[in-house]
């Protein structure tokens, strides 16, 4: 397979996941100290990863950049190299996967076809919420496979880590034999050619046949087992996907999904037949001629929800207000339309060539770099909402034990998602007006302001719930305080009231003065007093700055 110049369509998957540290030695740590970079930058100094830092060295980088606001680059750009010599400061790491571009191909298995797309870059970023986010950068310049159901077919299968389901023979379906233990293996190879294909393979790297899935015992650590071309990507690595890992010795990192058995895609298709035949009844719309107009195009809906074999939206009605709600269509009459869902991002234009001739070919670069960074914030958004989530439920566990680490925990989580709030989730990330747009879809598509409006909710009742159990202990404190002044009171109150002065004269008759034992008494408790009050009156201080503090 020869390598050409010409590109016909740009293919990122995405896949973000969660990640701790497991082993005995973090069974009882808090989430900020089982998510800390420091063994996981360790891990990867020694393998294929290498760490670059992020510098303006050409004029795409240039665009790029400034194209965000500053406080928004932070979060998307590692711009220090040394921030990892005090690693457990360092709050976002990004890697490359050390390899040319276009030297290795990533190949989707198919029966009677297999797509082969050449490899731009392999991208990983990690971030110390737990939340990391594997990337793989393809290039289609192959001529055999630029058809439109082509690139269906590549975005279907190819963003595919592990089955969605088993396919059961037709002929036990709706009887009791459809519950009774079967084949994995049978069930995997009635499913192929729906949603899967037959593997991935990153060349030299082994097919990926998803071989793992047909052994029952395999199932016990949960339904996520890593892939084939995963596992050569982390090798020698301690990662795991094990559920029962938090009860081993090592010490490992556990990863696991943050959406399903599908990574996120995001692609960019050029195709002059396609967007001529929406240009020509974009200003049909509303009119019932028996035009194909974009909103009603099969193709355009299956493009955007990523639909393989057929649309899964049978009803004219339904598809049109889909289509309508999930694409920016302001350049259509110039041969762009963006469409956007939970699970992709996708821009179709006229070909490449077409846009060069037309000084239009920057659209290209604009899903390579900006957009691309605006649905890799998305995802961690996303990711971090989930992490959180997780959280504050394992945390509730506690509540009901008692645990005695239930304060250090919520800690831990508010100074987490204060984070989150401050560096990672924006309202804003461009002053541009369309990448506005865009990245609004993205949130809306996503529901991603009502969810961090559900977390936040969840989170102030945890802390909630913690504060008064705190002011609860205090208020026990101040009553044994309380009961303690109360033991001397009488004796204090005894000597006054039969006469024993507070000072007397020394026996020798110098005049000097001495304190009566009863000022010592009552001296004791004034100071014992003030010292918890002022111990509880800096409690409460420093649990409000503590709150309070933008990290």
């Known amino acids: 397979m020869d390598k050409m110049n010409q590109l016909y369509s740009y293919h990122v ?40 830092p992020f510098t303006i060295d050409s004029r795409l980088k240039y ?42 191909y990533y190949s989707i298995n198919l029966q009677g076809k297999n797509y082969h ?8 970023h990690l971030y110390n919420t737990g939340i990391g986010v594997l990337s793989f950068h393809l290039n289609n310049r192959n001529s055999e496979q630029k058809e439109p159901d082509d690139i269906l077919k590549i975005n279907q299968y190819g963003r595919r880590i592990y089955p969605p389901f088993f396919g059961l023979d037709n002929g036990i379906i709706g009887t009791s034999d459809q519950f009774l233990p079967g084949s994995f293996a049978e069930g995997l190879e009635l499913s192929r050619g729906k949603e899967i294909g037959y593997g991935i393979t990153i060349s030299p790297f082994e097919t990926d046949g998803y071989l793992e899935y047909t052994a029952k015992p395999n199932f016990d650590d949960g339904v996520f087992i890593m892939p084939s071309f995963f596992k050569e990507l982390f090798k020698g690595i301690p990662v795991t996907t094990s559920l029962n890992a938090d009860n081993q010795a090592k010490k490992q990192i556990q990863i696991a999904p943050v959406m399903d058995d599908r990574m996120f895609v995001l692609c960019w298709y050029g195709n002059d037949e396609i967007i001529k035949r929406l240009k020509a009844n974009t200003n049909e719309r509303g009119k019932d001629n028996g035009k194909t107009t974009y909103y009603s195009d099969d193709w355009l809906y299956q493009y955007i929800f990523i639909d393989g074999g057929f649309k899964t939206c049978q009803n004219d009605d339904l598809t049109k207000q889909l289509i309508t709600k999930h694409t920016n269509t302001r350049w259509l009459n110039l041969g762009t339309i963006y469409g956007t869902s939970r699970y992709s991002f996708v821009c179709l234009t006229s070909s490449l060539e077409t846009l060069k001739n037309y000084n239009a070919a920057y659209l290209l670069n604009h899903m390579q770099t900006m957009y691309y960074k605006i649905v890799e914030l998305c995802l961690v958004q996303r990711a971090c909402i989930l992490r959180f989530s997780d959280e504050v439920t394992a945390i509730s566990g506690l509540i009901e034990k008692n645990d005695k680490k239930l304060t250090s925990n919520v800690s831990s ?20 007006e369309q990448g506005i747009e865009l990245y609004d879809l993205l949130q809306e598509k996503m529901k991603l302001k009502d969810q961090v409006k559900d977390l936040d909710d969840e989170i102030e009742e945890l802390h909630n719930y913690v504060s008064l159990k705190e002011q609860r202990e205090e208020s026990r404190l101040i009553t044994k305080l309380t009961m303690l002044s109360a033991i001397f009171l009488p004796a204090s109150f005894f000597a006054g009231f039969f006469g024993m002065n507070t000072f007397s004269v020394s026996e020798s008759g110098d005049n000097k003065l001495h304190l009566h034992w009863t000022f010592w008494v009552g001296l004791a408790i004034i100071i014992i007093g003030s010292l918890v009050v002022w111990t509880i009156f800096l409690r409460r201080k420093n649990k409000k700055n503590k709150y309070e503090r933008i990290f």
Do not use: C, M
């Open 13 to 52: 998957f995405l896949f973000p996941f969660q990640w701790k540290y497991t082993g005995l030695y973090f069974g009882d740590k808090t989430l900020e100290e089982r998510t800390n970079l420091d063994f996981f930058i360790k891990s990867l100094k020694n393998s294929h990863w290498k760490n670059e």
């Open 63 to 104: 665009n790029e950049a400034n194209y965000f606001y500053d406080f928004v680059r932070d979060i998307l750009y590692e711009t220090n190299e040394s921030q990892h010599e005090n690693q457990k400061d360092s709050f976002i790491a990004h890697y490359h996967y050390d390899i040319p571009s276009d030297t290795l």
């Open 117 to 124: 797309l050449l490899i731009d870059s392999i991208i990983l």
């Open 413 to 432: 989580l508010y100074k987490q998602y204060i984070r989150f709030v401050n560096k990672i989730y924006f309202r804003e990330v461009t002053a541009q």
